[in-house]
């Protein structure tokens, strides 16, 4: 095809100075085509966008693999038959559908249409060089990531690229993060996008201040962010707020305060969330710095806390990208502790190393350490002195014969109990307390509950991700087959949750139940309760206690006195 060059004179005149025309440029050949803008340059390759540079950076990877975006259904064809349409827009199809593509000076809409029987996937694979995403103007989180959404803004530096969809991203793939549409047959997806948007300083912090207030703000039953730590001195117990990603609390997460409680039956734990065997934490899965930063402010006040993150930003692919990523890991790691610091009542932040791992990507273990390694040379300087206390898991695990097949990704129940001895000695020695020392429980004491079931049985406001305990009285049945359904209150959300709980007359019932992970099977969502052909009254939902049985039934946020406590529960005076 002879080389055509079209140039679009568009948005009337532009006063800068003098009177005249600011010209987009876009050029057409060979089923490819090009477009130099006021405030980005785009490319195809295949007839796909294949590059994106705004100020300069690329915002689409340029790896062989996974160049750019496409079209796919297990395979990917290349966009055929490309012809400008007007002097702003040119078209392509295959097999997939219809994609159409037009540009301004200012932005470019993406338009596709589904002709086949079956979802297809648009997917956009992003530069690695992009470290942050906004998702719906608010939340600021580090990538990769999953999320679904409506607006997504690409940071890089102080670069940022919005793609406008009602969608979702999901990552690493390939070390990418990746943003997709999938149209249902018939269906036309439409993805705006704005780039060249500079954000100066002041606007990137004012960012920042608005994500934080946000995440902050966000309501979550289940968590309590006021104790009375008062009975403390009674009861010797040493209160501890675990905060971390999956190795804190999934899998065989819950076994590490097993381990310590073991070693430390004074510790008593506290936490946003609750895991596989009743003791809270404040871990959650997939965290990596930046979400642990963005929720500082949700986490409760507590005298000590103990913080393990940083592996899930080290998951690098390339040599190059080790030194800048664990330099990046450790300054976010820095900013967490010394936030932790300005929380009310905190006496010390016990630091960990980050674990050594054995995965298929050895470079993440080779970052891990090369972060480890700038906190340490870093340490004197970076905290006030006194108030924070190195725990050094790597050094000792890695002289452990086997130790991979112990510690892994996530340590098994083994790894667990290694770290849980090098943790309690650390705690003991920088607290001078002796290990194993006994509890007491002080009179009028008891375990803070908070039942989130409100009168209308609904909880009002999302239940964040762990396991619960549900129990009602059975008080008459009304017709065959009678049940109890818990659900949440908006089918739309990614994850939806449903429980369903046959019942009998004249008892009081009990279920202990697991939301899933959040973004991982769960949506943070609230719930509302049905019984179904029976009637229920005396409804608690709570975080499940060590027991795994359900506390005496209350309102809102009581002391139980009643129940039998356990090791690793908070003991309150009830007031």
């Known amino acids: 095809m002879n080389r055509l060059k079209i140039i679009a004179l568009l948005c009337g005149a532009l ?17 490819n085509w090009s477009v130099t803008a006021k405030t980005y340059q785009a490319k195809s390759k295949n007839g796909y966008l294949n590059s994106l540079k705004v100020d300069g950076k690329e915002f689409l990877t340029q790896e062989k693999v996974a ?59 992003m530069s690695k060089a992009i470290n942050t995403v906004i998702v719906n103007g608010s939340e600021m989180l580090e990538v990769p990531v999953k999320a679904r959404g409506k ?26 993060q990746v943003f997709q549409i999938r149209p249902a047959p018939g269906k036309t997806g439409i993805i705006k996008i704005i780039p060249g948007k500079v954000l100066d300083t002041a606007s990137f912090n004012k960012q920042q201040k608005k994500n934080s207030q946000a995440t902050a703000s966000q309501p979550e039953t289940g968590q309590t962010t006021s104790f009375d730590y008062s009975a403390t001195a009674a009861s010797k117990q040493l209160p501890l707020c675990m905060i971390g990603d999956s190795i804190t609390w999934s899998g065989k997460g819950d076994y590490w305060r097993k381990e310590l409680l073991k070693r430390m039956p004074n510790v008593a734990f506290i936490g946003t969330h609750t895991a596989v065997l009743g003791y809270s934490h404040a871990g959650e899965g997939g965290d990596s710095t930046g979400r642990v930063l963005n929720r500082i402010k949700a986490l409760p006040d507590c005298p000590y806390y103990s913080l393990l993150i940083g592996t899930n930003n080290n998951g690098v692919k390339t040599k190059e990208l080790v030194k800048p990523k664990a330099k990046e890991t450790a300054q976010n790691i820095i900013r967490i502790v010394n936030a932790l610091l300005k929380k009310n009542g905190v006496k010390k932040v016990f630091l960990s190393s980050i674990l050594p791992c054995s995965t298929k990507n050895p470079l993440r273990d080779e970052c891990n350490s090369a972060t480890n390694k700038i906190l340490r040379a870093q340490f004197s300087t970076a905290f006030p002195a006194g108030n924070v206390v190195w725990v050094e898991y790597e050094k000792p695990l890695r002289k452990i014969d086997g130790w991979e097949k112990k510690i892994r990704l996530h340590p098994s129940k083994a790894g667990y109990a290694l770290i849980a001895d090098i943790m309690a000695k650390t705690i003991c020695s920088s607290l001078d307390v002796k290990p194993n020392q006994l509890l007491t429980k002080p009179a009028n004491s008891g375990v803070r509950v908070v039942n989130l079931m409100k009168d209308d049985l609904t909880t009002g406001a999302p239940v964040i991700a762990g396991w619960y305990t549900l129990s009602f009285k059975v008080t008459a049945i009304t017709g065959d087959y009678p049940e109890v359904i818990l659900q949440s209150t908006d089918s739309g959300k990614r994850f939806s949750f449903k429980l369903v709980i046959p019942v009998k007359t004249g008892k009081r019932i009990s279920k202990n139940f697991f939301t899933k992970y959040e973004r991982y099977g769960y949506s943070r969502v609230a719930m509302k309760l049905q019984a179904v052909n029976c009637k229920i009254s005396a409804v608690l939902l709570e975080k499940s206690r060590p027991s795994m049985k359900p506390s005496v039934y209350g309102k809102g946020a009581y002391i139980d006195t009643v129940s039998p406590t356990a090791p690793g529960e908070l003991l309150e005076y009830k007031k």
């Not at 064809?77 to 827009?89: A, E, G, Q, R, S």
């Not at 803004?153 to 009602?166: H, L, P, Y």
């Open 15 to 31: 006063f800068l100075g003098a009177n005249h025309l600011f010209a987009l440029e876009l050029e057409f050949a060979n089923d």
């Open 67 to 125: 160049a750019g975006s496409y079209l796919c259904q297990g395979k990917v064809p290349p966009l055929k038959n490309l012809k400008k349409v007007d002097d702003k827009t040119i078209t392509g199809s295959n097999v997939l559908g219809t994609l159409t593509y037009t540009f301004t000076d200012k932005d470019i809409t993406c338009s596709f249409t589904n002709k086949d029987k079956k979802s297809v996937a648009f997917y956009f694979i």
């Open 151 to 176: 607006s997504f803004k690409w940071i890089q530096g102080k670069t940022s690229v919005e793609f406008q969809a009602k969608s979702s991203i999901w990552g690493p793939w390939k070390g990418c």
